[in-house]
Each structure stands twice: as structure tokens, then as C-alpha cells.
């Protein structure tokens, strides 16, 4: 065998992941104190929106005195129900790939940088911490943002030197330290430019079992149900695809491309599962081809609303109030949640909406979420279109 064609794991599109999240800021350079009062202001003007998490070490005491008494006796895992919020403390040692699962549904974490490091860095020039500074050079591997304070006006050449290696240090945008106008609006743009891209999937994988036909060839519109939806899903998708079985690929002739399921006999979650591996960063529109009412202003309703923040964005059923999960919208953060639900036994998408951080909205037009699964539904759908049946 070819060593070189040989690989002893596949090849996986990973998520742009930091150590703990997508988006995530080491803040270094000044005292402790001054990072945490910047952390919280940040965190205070922009929680309204976006989850907000931060990451800092506990300067108290680590000679073990102040211990969690039950982790002191043994216990590996702790949890506490304080009422107004909720804690777990572990004995167990946490790393990168554990920090990522617990800080998921952030959409940014702040980062004390003299302790910790992150993906990207605001580095405070602080002649009180400049000789720390030189030491942590090495943490310094994207830095979007410089912050002089009080009495500082240039960045000193050891940092210039250090920046010319990656770019030019007067690229990087520089404010002072007590502007936080200027510092709040800097992270708002990087939010707001760090909305991930919605691609559309129309879920076409199903055996149609009670339809006894295929439902996505169904014609309500003149044209197959599946081109319909697909062309729906065009005018709010940057770009759309058809979710299909393996062995309908040879069937399946049209202008748009496939995604064919990757995880088998799953169902709608393989298909959204599917969705997510191929591109783990991409904001996924999952509709199924059996809503012959769904129509594009209903969709542009929905992604008009969407939070970005929460997991997925869905309709609620005018049938049940429950969440519709296939005519929804399934950010990034709620691929390793789909696999949580799954490693505990569950395959439905609609239980891990219920369980789950999600944005629930009314339909405009109850009519547009009704799906067809029977021969009897089709001709009821035909009359309300006022087609002949």
C-alpha cells in the first residue's frame, strides 16, 4: 500500500475553534484588575445580544483551604443549585477539547491573557506590565487590537519588532485604554461581521412510507415538490443543496448539488448531521420537501428573526406549540448538541429544540408549516392551492 495514499484517520472539517470557543479575546499587558473591570464592561454592554463567557484564574489561596468541602472528601463532581445561577465544580483537570464542549453556546469568551491564552489577543501596553509582556511574546499570534493607557503613546519596539513578523503593528486598530466607546464598538463589528452564512438543505431522504410515492416528486406547482423548495430556499440561502439517501444519488438529476447523508438510518438528524460535517462553521436553513404551502416570504420571515445566539431558530407548530425543526434554522453551536442528544439515545431534532437554548417564533401563515405524509393530504393541499385534483 502507497504510504502516502494511506491515512489512519479520516479527514474531518474541523470547526474554527480557539481553546475554548470561535470567538474568543485574550486581553494581556496590564494588571489583573484592570483586565477583569474592562471583561465586565464589555460583558455588561454586550450580553444583551450575544452570549457572553470569560475566563480567568482564582488569585485566592491554592493551599487548599479553600476547597469545595466535597471535592476535599473525594468527590470527583460537584453541583450546586445557587438559585439565581447554577455550579459545577470537578476535580478533574479541564483541557482544550473539554473547555470547548462547556463554553459551546457562547458566542464570545473574554479571556484574562496574563493566565490564559486565545486565538486572538488585545494587548494593553502598560509600562507596569511591560516586562510581562516580553515574556508572554509568544501568546501574541493574532493580535486585532492595541490599548494604551494612561500616560503611554507609542507601542515600544520590542512589540513592533515582535507584530512585524505577522503584519504591520499600524494596521492594528489602537485606542486608548479609557475609550471603551471605542473598544465596545470594535467588538460589536467583529460580532456582527462573525455571523456565520446560511446555506439551505431540503431534506429529500425520506421513504415516504405513507405516501407511497415519493413525496419530493409530487407536483403542487407545476414543477417537482423538491425544485420548488429548493428554488424557495434560494432567495434567502447563499446556497442551497438537496439532502438525499446514498442510493438516490443515481436518480437524482438537477441543477443543484447534493449532500447525501453521511450518517445512515437517522433521519432527519442525519441529514442535519451530515449538513454540519461537511461545513461545521455554515448556518444550515434545514426545510423538508413535504410543506407544498411553505412559501419564500415565510422563510424571509424566518430569517429575518433569527438568533444568531441561539442554537437554531424554528417556527412553533400551529398543531401542538411545539418547535418545527424542519423549517428551522441550526447555527454552528448546535452540532455537538445534535451529537449529545444522540450519544444519549435520542435521534429527534424537535426533542433537542424543547431541551435546548432555542429561538421559537409564530408563523406568519399557520397554513405554510402544514406537511403532507398521505394520498388524502395531498388532495385537501390541491384544493386549498385551488388546483384541480
Given amino acids: 500500500m502507497d504510504a502516502e495514499k494511506h491515512k489512519k484517520h479520516a479527514a474531518l472539517n474541523r470547526p474554527d475553534f480557539g481553546d475554548f470557543g470561535r470567538h474568543e479575546w485574550a486581553i494581556l499587558g496590564t494588571p489583573c484588575g484592570n483586565i477583569k473591570e474592562l471583561a465586565f464592561n464589555l460583558t455588561k454592554a454586550l450580553s444583551p445580544i450575544w452570549n457572553v463567557a470569560y475566563v480567568d484564574a482564582d488569585h485566592t489561596s491554592s493551599d487548599g483551604s479553600d476547597a469545595v468541602p466535597a471535592l476535599a472528601a473525594g468527590a470527583h463532581l460537584t453541583y450546586t443549585d445557587k438559585i439565581g445561577f447554577h455550579r459545577f465544580d470537578r476535580s478533574e483537570k479541564l483541557g482544550t477539547f473539554q473547555y470547548r464542549t462547556l463554553f459551546n453556546n457562547t458566542d464570545l469568551v473574554l479571556v484574562n491573557g496574563n493566565h490564559f491564552s486565545a486565538k486572538s489577543q488585545v494587548v494593553v501596553i502598560d509600562s507596569m506590565k511591560e516586562d510581562s509582556l516580553k515574556r508572554k511574546l509568544d501568546r501574541l499570534t493574532n493580535v486585532v487590537l492595541i490599548l494604551l493607557t494612561e500616560g503611554v503613546t507609542e507601542i515600544p519596539p520590542f512589540l513592533k519588532e515582535h507584530l512585524a513578523k505577522t503584519c504591520h503593528w499600524s494596521s492594528i486598530s489602537t485606542f486608548q485604554f479609557n475609550d471603551f466607546k471605542k473598544i465596545e464598538a ?204
Fill in 186 to 389: 470594535f467588538f460589536r463589528e467583529k460580532m456582527e461581521a462573525a455571523v456565520p452564512s446560511l446555506k439551505g438543505i431540503v431534506l429529500a431522504g425520506g421513504k415516504s412510507r405513507r405516501m407511497r410515492q415519493d413525496k419530493s416528486q409530487l407536483e403542487y406547482h407545476g414543477v417537482p415538490q423538491r425544485d420548488y423548495m429548493l428554488r424557495q430556499l434560494t432567495g434567502v440561502c447563499t446556497e442551497v443543496f438537496l439532502s438525499c439517501r446514498p442510493d438516490q444519488t443515481a436518480t437524482l438529476l438537477l441543477d443543484y448539488p447534493l449532500l447525501v447523508d453521511s450518517f445512515l438510518h437517522l433521519g432527519p438528524m442525519g441529514a442535519l448531521l451530515s449538513a454540519f460535517q461537511k461545513e461545521p462553521d455554515t448556518a444550515w436553513l434545514a426545510v423538508a420537501c413535504d410543506l407544498p404551502m411553505l412559501d419564500e416570504s415565510t422563510l424571509r420571515f424566518l430569517v429575518e428573526n433569527r438568533d444568531p445566539s441561539a442554537i437554531a431558530t424554528a417556527f412553533r407548530s400551529p398543531k401542538d406549540e411545539f418547535p418545527e425543526p424542519l423549517v428551522a434554522i441550526w447555527e454552528p453551536k448546535s452540532y455537538p448538541v445534535l451529537f449529545q442528544f444522540l450519544a444519549q439515545g435520542y435521534s429527534c431534532p424537535r426533542k433537542v429544540l424543547i431541551n435546548s437554548p432555542a429561538r421559537l417564533l409564530e408563523a406568519p401563515n399557520p397554513d405554510a408549516l402544514r406537511n403532507v405524509n398521505t394520498p388524502e393530504e395531498v388532495k385537501e393541499v390541491l384544493k386549498l392551492l385551488g388546483k384541480q385534483v
